[in-house]
């Protein structure tokens, strides 16, 4: 299977690389969106690509987007990615891992969601017995069910940078009151349709994250992705365990082994070994199979 780790379209002004995507501009009004198979952990790309994974995030997002379309609009514009570029080299780019998007002004927070005990928010909670600031009952254990799903939002670093949480006041001060009410409310809404659904699926969503933008009337739209092996940690329901850390459908996997390397998180990072590359392009794809039924 092939890997793009960059794109290269020649044809469109090329605007911004970020951790997995790349993005140019097609007109006034819209962007065009590659996924590539690039991965980013603990904040830092790793040098090697996972062979397929921008194709498994497009396939994931594009279904939770027409799923949860009733829930808030997305950036989606319905125009082929084929039909905006020149070249058959360039089309090859762009087959089944990209997205035409209407141009909106992303909100400058990530909109964290955990419905499960697990990660950063398990290690915030054995010290201080909350989790990003919001008190938990005590005696709680690892990858145990939340009482209820947290709105847990965070910056937006620039790559190489760590995103730090705040607390929904520091996000109310950068959004205004009333849209990061309605952020977290579509952020919890989301969460919760999608969490039920993939439970029937076998897939376990302990938590993910969102991001939003908005149009020049103000109206919020779900950008980005959606609900994939990247941006959530998903587990197999039938391996769940409450006091353990179920082994996960996402690039949790190559973060656990990035935490036995030894590494310090600071780039550079380590080059990935084969069998580990190719087992998370496995999981990525089983998560899709799972979640999508292609």
């Known amino acids: 299977m092939n890997s793009l780790h960059e794109s290269n379209l020649t044809s469109l002004k090329f605007l911004h690389r970020g951790k997995v ?8 009004e819209h962007l065009l969106i590659v996924q590539t198979d690039r991965l980013s952990a603990f904040d830092v790309i790793l040098p090697t690509p996972i062979p ?22 997305n950036h989606l514009s319905g125009i082929d990615p084929e039909s905006v570029v020149k070249t058959d080299a360039e089309k090859a780019q762009v087959r089944g891992r990209a997205f035409v998007t209407k141009k909106l002004k ?47 939002p965070s910056t937006k ?20 009151a009333d849209m990061a009410e309605q952020v977290k409310n579509a952020t919890l809404a989301l969460y919760t349709q999608a969490a ?13 994250k969102f991001e939003f933008g908005t149009d020049a009337a103000g109206k919020l739209y779900l950008i980005d992705e959606a609900l994939t092996p990247d941006s959530s940690r998903f587990w197999p329901a039938d391996q769940y365990q409450v006091g353990s850390n179920p082994p996960s459908f996402d690039k949790q996997f190559v973060r656990d082994w990035l935490e036995s390397s030894g590494w310090n998180k600071q780039p550079p990072a380590p080059q990935v070994p084969a069998d580990v590359l190719q087992k998370t392009a496995d999981k990525y794809r089983e998560a899709q199979r799972l979640l999508t039924g292609a």
């Open 196 to 208: 039920e659904y993939a439970l029937t699926r076998g897939i376990i969503i302990a938590d993910t």
């Open 157 to 176: 670093a620039a790559a190489g940078e760590h995103d730090e949480n705040i607390s929904f006041e520091q996000a109310q001060k950068l959004l205004g």
């Open 52 to 73: 397929g994974k921008g194709e498994v995030l497009t396939a994931v997002s594009n279904f939770w987007f027409k799923k949860l379309g009733h829930v808030i609009p």
């Open 106 to 152: 992303p909100l400058p927070i990530e909109a964290i969601v955990r419905g499960y005990l697990a990660g950063s928010g398990w290690k915030d909670y054995k010290k201080t017995g909350a989790v990003c600031g919001i008190q938990l009952p005590a005696g709680m254990q690892e990858a145990q069910k939340l009482p209820q799903a947290l709105f847990t």
């Open 21 to 28: 995507r790349d993005l140019y501009e097609v007109d006034a």
